[in-house]
């Protein structure tokens, strides 16, 4: 009997993941461990194809431009024609709004369409979180060197430059001049490299410096109730860059503060429309009060999936799968028991160098009773992009602890150790 024709009571549930990169190949591996038929969409080129790790969990490949929507689309209708599908799910951020589109299309669960576009769009986020009342930084569209030039004036100096729909932190700065603001801008508008297949887009917002140490809130939503798992401790490289160079699973903020910081989200998630699913809320505290940097309807990265995990016992990825689904987490089994009080990671970087021979003192942290898994991304010899972004980064550590503050001495340490020798 044809797939099409049997109940979904008869057959495996069926998952498509569109695109998954980063966290995204988490829920291809906990789709198959759920024992689900797991078919993947993905370009199958440069940054958009499979890591090895991952091609063993897969059922089905459908080999799509997933950058192409309408392709995109003709081909996930095509298979779904043939083998029914239960949840198409996005593996990156940037599949949101063509997923979207397509569960909508096939009666599926998932995101209503007026997210789409503000959960991707930074300038519309802050809008409509303004409209609701809450703060978010001062801030205006720009995306010609005239526009640039009226923000500066608008919102003053220091101030803050980010393209409307990238990841990152790619060409974020701060820029504390005209000069500054005009040279960051031009040099976002001449980069030609890709992102996912993806161009640069000149869109940014110029917004006001927001002070203060930075956080993301980690959760879910699910039947209207809004889940903060983690109000996860951002450590960032030196300014005018905003480069994460560690993340800390659970933060020490006081009770009160936390509390405050989930009615934020909560009314964040309900201006941009995020009714179920993860998110990944980016926020600074000035004086203890939340401030909008960004929200996402996704699973964190940089590894932020697994040590919430670690800290908490509760799988986003799941919890995401279930969204889709439209189940409860656990349904999926998404809340375990915890492994750790308190996980973290350390980037490496290499400042000032464009390459390196090695890396004194790896050996020495890859044995630290406390580091669970080192890994390189750059290697010895290959030429590492400027601390600009992600992509400056060389190397990881991740590691557990007792407390946020011991978290906070091993990550300082795990620094230290690490030497580039050019």
């Known amino acids: 009997m044809p797939d099409s024709l049997r109940s979904t009571a008869e057959r495996r549930t069926r998952v498509l993941i569109v695109e998954p990169v980063s966290s995204g190949t988490r829920m291809v591996e906990d789709a198959y461990l759920l024992g689900f038929e797991v078919v993947v969409a993905s370009a199958g080129v440069d940054d958009r194809s499979l890591p090895s790790g991952v091609a063993g969990f897969v059922g089905t490949l459908l080999t799509v431009d997933t950058n192409d929507e309408q392709a995109l689309a003709d081909a996930v209708v095509a298979?779904?024609?043939e083998h029914p599908v239960d949840a198409v799910v996005p593996g990156q951020e940037f599949y949101i709004p063509a997923v979207t589109r397509l569960v909508h299309r096939l009666g599926l669960p998932g995101l209503p369409l007026e997210a789409i576009d503000p959960v991707r769009n930074k300038a519309l986020m802050r809008e409509r979180t303004a409209a609701a009342g809450l703060r978010v930084p001062r801030h205006v569209r720009?995306?010609?060197?005239?526009?640039i030039e009226r923000a500066a004036e608008t919102i003053g100096f220091p101030c803050v430059i980010k393209p409307v729909e990238s990841s990152g932190?790619?060409?974020?700065?701060?820029?504390?001049?005209?000069?500054?603001?005009?040279?960051?801008?031009?040099?976002?508008?001449?980069?030609r490299r890709l992102d996912l297949g993806f161009a640069m887009d000149p869109r940014v917002v110029v917004e006001e410096y927001v002070t203060g140490p930075e956080f993301s809130a980690d959760g879910y939503v699910h039947e209207g109730e809004v889940v903060v798992l983690s109000l996860t401790r951002k450590l960032l490289g030196p300014e005018p860059y905003f480069v994460e160079l560690g993340h800390i699973v659970p933060s020490d903020v006081?009770?009160?503060?936390?509390?405050?910081?989930?009615?934020?989200?909560r009314g964040v998630t309900e201006a941009v429309c995020i009714t179920s699913g993860p998110f990944h809320c980016e926020l600074r505290l000035p004086e203890d009060e939340p401030v909008l940097i960004e929200i996402a309807a996704?699973?964190?990265?940089?590894?932020?999936?697994?040590?919430?995990?670690?800290?908490?016992?509760?799988?986003m990825s799941r919890v995401m799968l279930a969204a889709y689904l439209g189940r409860t987490p656990?349904?999926?089994?998404?809340?375990?028991?915890?492994?750790?009080?308190?996980?973290?990671?350390?980037?490496f970087t290499a400042e000032g160098l464009t390459s390196y021979s090695e890396l004194k003192g790896w050996d020495e942290v890859a044995a630290r009773p406390e580091v669970t898994e080192t890994g390189l991304v750059i290697a010895?010899?290959?030429?590492?992009?400027p601390l600009h972004d992600f992509r400056g980064r060389i190397?990881?550590?991740?590691f557990s602890a007792d407390s946020p503050e011991q978290a906070r001495e091993i990550w300082q340490s795990l620094g230290e150790t690490v030497v580039p020798v050019p």
């Open 79 to 81: 298979f779904h024609a």
């Open 142 to 147: 720009a995306g010609t060197p005239e526009e």
């Open 169 to 191: 932190s790619i060409h974020v700065r701060r820029t504390d001049s005209a000069g500054e603001l005009r040279a960051a801008f031009e040099e976002l508008a001449a980069d």
């Open 254 to 265: 006081p009770a009160d503060v936390l509390e405050r910081v989930t009615a934020y989200v």
């Open 298 to 315: 996704r699973l964190p990265g940089d590894r932020i999936t697994e040590l919430v995990q670690l800290a908490t016992g509760t799988s």
């Open 330 to 347: 656990q349904e999926l089994r998404a809340e375990g028991e915890r492994q750790t009080k308190c996980a973290g990671i350390r980037y």
């Open 380 to 385: 010895a010899g290959e030429e590492i992009p």
């Open 395 to 398: 190397g990881y550590a991740l």
